[in-house]
């Protein structure tokens, strides 16, 4: 695995759970 993939997949992760958190702050609001 290459420095750039992982950086990638670190990056994805983030914005997947960036992501949760926001569809769920709007879901109680």
């Known amino acids: 695995m290459t420095l750039e993939f992982k950086a990638v997949n670190r990056f994805e992760a983030v914005f997947k759970v ?9 879901k109680i609001n």
């Open 18 to 26: 960036q992501l949760l958190s926001y569809l769920r702050l709007t």
